[in-house]
């Protein structure tokens, strides 16, 4: 077993510990998630004893607009000497030249932040604060793609799309780059195609940064076959975008091209068991568990309902799909989802400090 390999296995240890049965992650598909990206670099350190993966930008990453100073971290549970395990972590970024160190908001959301429920989470939290952190707050929302809430949700959003004239096309799943397709069915609702060029000048305009870089990630990718996206047509424009994705037939799942799972690493594990705690988790493979997101729409367009258009029309093709339960991963905005039935299943405080000062 790698050094990596080794780190991740003894952070996910604290993780599913603090998590419940609910909330497992699996090694496998978290080291294969870690290592499949080219834009950061994760490695695992100890800390004041306490195991932590550590995000640096690659040289991939820094291409693509990262910053080359800052240090992300992960923490996953079993934190005991809050001051001891600041002093390393000042240390280490002392050592490797980096001055804005981050709890959470990672590339890939691999590390999302302090769990509230870890022991002396809050502490931690306190500490930060008194030091002039900024913090913020985030969370992973978990419902069912086939519940009252969301099927009337599905049908509001597709009538008032109807009523409009607005179209939610799917992006063609690229089957090109696919050495073979994959064996399950595209979903049966797909109404038209656009350009991935078009998605990608959307997004280069409407929200440059971490989900610009993400879908070009995705786009170069040969093994998203479970991952596509979804535009909301106005008047032939691009007026927002979401990305979805599901688990897909267990047999294949055993397929490693098509196990890009972007968000649903956190779902729920025990179908039916949502507000269960506790006992061996299920074999999650037995599941074909999804996620929602990111989701966006144009600046110049929001506030007049193509948000409820593009959620009704990604929720109705994870329900075509076949898919139970349906995570939204790393959210901070509660109140657009409040519709859809949704629960929240963990909170994770979030923490920036701008500037690492040597006096620190
Ligand atoms: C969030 C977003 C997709 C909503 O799209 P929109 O077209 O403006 O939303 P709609 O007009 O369809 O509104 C849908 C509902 O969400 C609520 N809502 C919309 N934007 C919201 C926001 N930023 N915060 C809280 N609630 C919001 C609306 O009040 C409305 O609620 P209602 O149905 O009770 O009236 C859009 O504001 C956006 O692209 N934001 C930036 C990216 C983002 O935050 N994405 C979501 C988190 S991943």
Request: proline share 4%; hydrophobic share 40%; net charge neutral.
């Amino acid at each position: 077993m790698s050094e990596l390999d080794s780190g991740i296995a003894d952070c996910l240890r604290s993780w599913n510990h603090f998590s419940g049965s609910r909330l497992q992650i699996q090694a496998a598909d978290l080291g294969w998630n870690l290592k499949a990206q080219k834009l950061v670099n994760y490695e695992a350190r100890k800390l004041a004893g306490i195991p932590v993966l550590v995000a640096t930008a690659s040289a991939e990453g820094l291409a693509a607009g990262l910053s080359a100073h800052s240090l992300w971290l992960s923490l996953w549970g079993e934190l005991q000497k809050t001051g001891e395990f600041i002093d390393e972590l000042y240390q280490l970024a002392r050592a490797s030249q980096k001055k804005r160190l981050v709890f959470g908001a990672d590339e890939f959301h691999f590390l999302p932040g302090i769990p509230t429920n870890i022991p002396k989470g809050r502490e931690l939290i306190r500490h930060l604060r008194e030091h002039q952190w900024t913090l913020g707050e985030v969370f992973d929302l978990v419902g069912r793609a086939g519940s009252q809430a969301a099927l009337r949700y599905i049908d509001e959003g597709e009538e008032l799309a109807k009523d409009r004239g607005w179209t939610v096309a799917a992006l063609p799943v690229a089957s090109a780059e696919v050495a073979e397709p994959p064996t399950w069915a595209a979903p049966p609702t797909l109404s038209g195609e656009f350009e991935l060029d078009e998605l990608d000048r959307f997004l280069h305009q409407e929200f440059p940064g971490r989900w610009h870089r993400e879908f070009n990630f995705w786009r170069g990718r040969h093994d998203t076959a479970c991952a596509r996206w979804l535009g909301l047509w106005i008047k032939r424009k691009l007026a927002g975008f979401v990305r979805i994705a599901h688990r897909g037939d267990p047999e294949v799942q055993s397929d490693r091209r098509s196990r890009w799972i972007p968000g649903a690493l956190r779902l729920p594990l025990a179908a039916g068991n949502l507000t269960g705690e506790g006992g061996a988790p299920p074999d999650d493979r037995a599941f074909n568990d999804g996620c929602l997101g990111p989701i966006g729409v144009a600046k110049a367009l929001r506030g007049c309902g193509a948000g409820r258009v593009l959620l009704a029309g990604a929720l109705s093709r994870l329900n075509n799909l076949g898919v139970d339960h349906v995570c939204i991963d790393w959210t901070d905005n509660e109140s657009f989802y409040k519709h859809l039935g949704f629960e929240r299943v963990r909170t994770y405080r979030t923490a920036f400090l701008s500037t690492l000062k040597s006096t620190l």
